[in-house]
């Protein structure tokens, strides 16, 4: 695996420290940056490929790539020189507290511009729900963690923000743990819509509702019901009411 640190590799490192506009002094304070939280490698490797290199995933705030970090692998979330945020913190700050509830990939090593996380080895949602290789009792055991760890975020105050769109935002990994991402929009301040939003998409209208259509009781009017009465009173009978939709 090409290691970006090498010298010989120094065009690809500027390529995504300093994504998508180059600056030579953004380059160089960020390698500064990167040394200082004792990264020794950035590596090619990921789904997607952008110039002649492969990262993790892209957002609007980052780039993610793998990284080494004390003789271990995780992802390196760098953010980007036109994302619209001045630095990680907030978000780290979020993650953190998504991680005290053991939610979210966990927080390793933070600066300005760079969050070192677990490394979640996994598939898209839409593509782990679509396979046939996966059983359905596989499929109602995930989505049950899904609905859990987002009832989890409930309790915590903290809106993830974008559960909605549960496609970018899950992976789920090899050992069939789905891992709620990218808290780059979450909010304390806001009121909780993780459970409403993700089991608005998962039972009734998002990408992976078609995929459980043959595995669960489809009541489209008592699962809104369920919804509902949770959005006016978050409560743990409440949540095991829309949890329980999965059991009928
Ligand atoms: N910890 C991680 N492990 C593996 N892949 C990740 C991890 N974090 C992010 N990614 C990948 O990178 C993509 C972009 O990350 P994200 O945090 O959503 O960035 P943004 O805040 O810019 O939207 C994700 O959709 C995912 O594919
Ligand atoms: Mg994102």
């Known amino acids: 695996m090409e290691n970006l640190l090498d010298s010989k590799n120094k065009e690809s490192l500027k390529f995504v420290l300093t994504f998508p506009l180059f600056s030579q ?18 590596f090619s490797l990921g789904n997607l490929q952008l110039n002649k290199i492969f990262v993790l995933g892209k957002g609007s705030v980052g780039l993610v790539t793998l990284a080494r970090y004390k003789q271990k692998y995780f992802a390196l979330k760098i953010r980007r020189t036109d994302a619209n945020r001045p630095d990680m913190y907030d978000e780290v700050a979020y993650q953190s507290l998504a991680n005290s509830s053991g939610i979210g990939p966990f927080l390793v090593n933070f600066s300005e511009n760079f969050i070192l996380m677990e490394y979640i ?10 396979s046939a290789r996966i059983s359905k009792k596989r499929k109602i055991k995930c989505t049950s963690l899904i609905l859990k760890q987002c009832y989890f975020l409930d309790c915590l105050k903290l809106d993830h923000g974008q559960l909605n769109r549960l496609d970018c935002h899950i992976i789920i990994s090899k050992d069939d743990r789905p891992v709620i991402l990218d808290f780059e929009t979450s909010s304390t301040n806001r009121r909780m819509s993780n459970l409403t939003s993700a ?7 998002g990408p992976i509702h078609s995929h459980l259509l043959d595995s669960i009781h489809y009541d489209r009017k008592l699962i809104m019901k369920k919804i509902k009465a949770y959005k006016i009173e978050m409560n743990e009978e409440r949540f095991d009411n829309i949890l329980n939709i999965l059991k009928i």
């Open 25 to 42: 002094e953004i380059f160089e304070s960020r390698k500064k940056e990167l040394l200082s939280l004792d990264i020794n490698g950035i």
């Open 121 to 130: 080895r996994g598939t898209n949602i839409i593509d782990w729900y679509s």
């Open 199 to 205: 089991s608005q998409s998962i039972f009734l209208n």
